[in-house]
């Protein structure tokens, strides 16, 4: 049967891409290594749009937030979190696991944050170290205005921290021009890349921070990291994981060839029909449509439909697989990803398998969600 | 031309893994992926020779380390760290990075450690929490007596963590009955699959460490993990290197396939070949013989011979990659890798193009390598 991944992330991998992936071994010492790596941080710096480095790290998006903290932050430093969902508690959990004294800007799950929220938090911590935001909130299907958080924290002290692992690459995203110091992505959202590497952008000024900031860090050092990433050749002070860098070479490779303007508008234009074909069917949207992600999509499960029943049906039934709530919204929601590698063919058989499932457990028989679908995706970019 | 990677890893990977590698991405939270996870610590667990859980990180061996140390030690805890070589400086390192008292037992490069030593030193640091083991020194070539360490460690409350990422899986490893409560390895060296995992078993003794201990930890805490692997489907908190678990998967199968026994013998038999061969060229092994490593030699570069020179000729011309020396031997020995999937071929490959280029670069001119090593590989096993 034909397999549908529609859940935001791990993405489905393009052929090119298992390919790449799949080449020989070689010393991750020699020059044909210092060569791949270099210029898979070149692209990396066109996609981030940033003339900073970039930090790869073998590890999930997790540990990349991770090494953002504990580079930049000294033990009880003051931190201001946003916190709109799942991911953004995360970022919080990590701060406070250093020993770090974290003031929750919290924000109701399915909302997004007002960015003068941010700039009243931000006055009432004159001493907050760093601002965390999450880019796209994966367990909510919202994306945060990161340009306006950015505004409202200009002329503050506080570093910008962005997790972009959901938005990177598919949303529009201005490191240098918008002031995010340190913008942290996974290679297994946007990118087209297997998991197991960890992005990581440091500026100037977080460079100069990470020159301060005593938290313990070993694997983790921005600085061991950049004296060995030169602009031809670049090297890593422990093993890379080289099979997903090849992968992740040929993922980048074609986000420019698709081209960044276009590829975000392809992920709105996906996403609105999405959320069309999925209106559809009687179901409601958790974000207001403003908010509403371009790179997942939750909806609220219709009374009477349990989860895992409705989520179970569509992958053995169908080969699609949606994703479940995470937290508080767990058992409340399904969440539909398009973010990466997202044929038109992929999302239409999503909608077409959610059209027959819901009603066999229990939810609407509604009808027309692929044509709804469809209308969207002939109509011009949005 | 011919590639030969010849080095002490990442190492060569054999073409059923490459394919394994290359497989569509899967929902890591769905039973698919929870089955290829189970099934790949079970088998890790018969590698390591042990019942106790084995924590998958999406990282490299390095990260394993820092992970035994963050989840088992306390600020200010004092340490008996074993430093024969490049890779137990760097764990004695990460300990310090962390605030840890680190006691150095100093063994001179190129030589193996007397268990009676250790012995000593954890006699004079009878509060010493851990015990720091480099199974394997890569960077010497010098292979320790980990069962008689672990015995001469035997009734002393430090718990031994053992980096056995240049070992395990072609050297004689037993972690449950030798008593090693951590053994940290990667998935890039005799495993056969891609970098990108650092593997780490959890004694008894160290879960219960690990309750107590209060270094700071996110990323890397083994409870979080422990929590989510079961013995029939597992899972990770944080997205797991997919594309480099399903090589694991089947490198796994190979080295099981195999036979552990005969995995050894082979490789003690390769290594005694690769000797052989160096040493008819005229060329000195470091260490003495009975600690000379099964995975990787060791060898002096003779008087008026430059490692640059003779590593790119090596390459560029015959396609044999070697690798140099790290810290106090760099630019002094060269360093022939024979661990995971080394056919025959690929030795005799090696030492041929080493014979050639040896007086190329104003080195001895002596013949006879291959039929030494030859010799070697057709005898018995050792």
Same mark, same amino acid.
């Given at each position: ?10 993405t ?8 790449a ?7 991750h ?7 791949l %790596? ?7 710096r ?15 998006g997790?540990g990349?937030?991770e090494?953002?903290l ?5 033990p009880g ?9 799942a ?7 990590i701060?406070e ?5 974290v ?6 799950w ?5 960015p #003068? ?6 006055r ?5 170290r760093? %601002?965390?935001?999450? @880019?796209?909130e ?5 994306r ?14 506080a ?7 959901? *938005?990177l ?17 996974g ?15 440091? *500026?100037?000024r ?17 600085d ?25 070479r #040929? ?6 060839? #698709? ?5 975000w508008?392809? @992920?709105r234009?996906t ?8 209106r559809a ?7 207001? #449509?403003?908010?509403? *992600? ?13 989860a ?7 992958r053995?039934? @169908?080969?699609?697989?949606? *994703? ?5 919204f767990?058992?409340r929601i ?8 997202v044929?038109?063919?992929a999302?239409?058989?999503? %909608? ?24 969207v %995706?002939a109509?011009a970019p949005?």
């Open positions: 049967m034909q397999q549908y991944l529609l859940i935001p992330g791990p489905p991998l393009p052929e090119e891409v298992l390919r992936g799949a080449r020989q071994m070689i010393n010492r020699d020059p044909e290594f210092g060569q %790596l270099a210029e898979t941080l070149a692209a990396l066109r996609v981030f749009m940033t003339r900073h480095p970039i930090i790869p790290f073998a590890a999930s997790t990349g937030l090494a953002a504990v580079n930049l932050c000294s430093d003051e931190v201001v979190a946003v916190c709109a969902g991911f953004g508690e995360r970022f919080a959990a701060a696991a250093f020993g770090l004294r003031r929750r800007l919290e924000v109701p399915g909302q997004a944050v007002d #003068e929220a941010v700039r009243a938090a931000l009432a911590t004159p001493q907050a760093v %601002l965390l935001v999450t @880019h796209n994966t367990s909510t299907g919202v945060q205005d990161l340009r306006a958080i950015a505004e409202a924290a200009r002329g503050h002290d570093l910008l921290l962005a997790d972009a692992v959901s *938005s690459g598919a949303v529009e995203l201005r490191a240098d021009a918008w002031g995010l110091d340190v913008v942290i992505t290679s297994q959202k946007a990118l087209m890349a297997p998991p197991g590497l960890a992005l990581v952008s440091v *500026s100037d977080a460079q100069a921070a990470m020159r301060t900031a005593r938290l313990p860090r070993f694997y983790w050092a921005f061991r990291m950049l004296a060995e990433l030169g602009d031809t050749e670049a090297y890593t002070p422990f093993t890379p994981a080289i099979g997903t860098l090849y992968a992740l #040929e993922g980048l490779r074609l986000v420019e060839a #698709e081209g960044l303007e276009a590829r508008a392809r @992920h234009r996403a609105r029909a999405v959320r069309a074909g999925l069917l009687g179901l409601r949207i958790v974000p207001d #449509e403003p908010v509403a *992600s371009e790179t997942v999509t939750a909806v609220w499960l219709p009374d009477g439909v349990a895992g029943a409705l989520l179970e049906r569509l053995v039934e @169908h080969g699609v697989t949606l *994703s479940g709530g995470q937290g508080q767990r058992g399904v969440r539909f990803g398009h973010l990466g590698w044929p038109d063919e999302v239409l058989a999503g %909608l077409q398998a959610l059209e027959t499932v819901l009603p066999q457990v229990g939810g609407p028989a509604a009808r027309g969600a692929v044509a709804a679908a469809r209308e %995706l109509g949005a």
